[in-house]
């Protein structure tokens, strides 16, 4: 399964913060959404229904069908970017254009490059450049990816 829901991208202090205020029962709160807004710098409840669907793709959080409840785990970049590259729609294709190349690539060039069936369902996933923005930022937060002095490039530690 391939999630298509990412927040705005923060740092790894950011995804550990809300990871932290995602109860470990899902009975302990009616509403997860606001429980996150409260307890974290996350400022709307689509925001924090996107972060509950990134971390369950991260494998940081579960859905029982009555609410989200995080998992007992070691938050470690490698797995979580690992993980990201494995659960998110687009990652896989957004990073296979990084391995074609050996230069910095900005994110037009990325877009441009992506093959065009993946292309249109990453505009249908959210209009505009946001979604591919948000998977560029968090592969670099993850370690997937670099920022170069005129783009972005493949992580050597990826």
Same mark, same amino acid.
């Given at each position: 399964?391939?999630?298509?829901?990412?927040?705005?991208?923060?740092?790894?202090?950011?995804?550990? /913060?809300?990871?932290?205020? %995602? &109860?470990?029962?899902?009975?302990?709160?009616?509403?997860?959404? @606001?429980? =996150?807004? +409260?307890?974290?710098?996350?400022?709307?409840?689509?925001?924090?229904?996107?972060?509950?669907?990134?971390?369950?793709?991260?494998?940081?959080?579960?859905?029982?069908?009555?609410?989200?409840?995080?998992?007992?785990?070691?938050?470690?970049?490698?797995?979580?970017?690992?993980?990201?590259? /494995?659960?998110?729609?687009? %990652? &896989?294709?957004?990073?296979?254009?990084?391995?074609?190349?050996? @230069?910095? =690539?900005? +994110?037009?060039?990325?877009?441009?490059?992506?093959?065009?069936?993946?292309?249109?369902?990453?505009?249908?996933?959210?209009?505009?450049?946001?979604?591919?923005?948000?998977?560029?930022?968090?592969?670099?937060?993850?370690?997937?990816?670099?920022?170069?002095?005129?783009?972005?490039?493949? /992580?050597?530690?990826?």
């Amino acid at each position: 399964m391939r999630y298509r829901q990412l927040p705005p991208v923060g740092d790894l202090t950011d995804l550990e /913060s809300v990871y932290l205020a %995602v &109860p470990r029962d899902a009975d302990e709160t009616a509403d997860c959404c @606001r429980r =996150l807004c +409260r307890r974290t710098t996350v400022e709307t409840r689509t925001h924090a229904s996107q972060w509950l669907v990134f971390l369950t793709a991260v494998g940081c959080v579960s859905d029982d069908g009555a609410g989200y409840y995080r998992q007992e785990t070691t938050l470690d970049a490698a797995t979580l970017g690992d993980e990201f590259v /494995s659960h998110v729609f687009g %990652v &896989p294709a957004v990073l296979a254009v990084f391995e074609a190349t050996d @230069r910095a =690539l900005t +994110r037009d060039e990325v877009a441009n490059r992506i093959d065009g069936r993946t292309r249109d369902r990453l505009e249908r996933t959210d209009p505009g450049p946001v979604y591919l923005d948000r998977v560029l930022g968090w592969a670099v937060t993850l370690g997937q990816l670099t920022i170069a002095d005129n783009g972005y490039m493949l /992580s050597t530690t990826a």
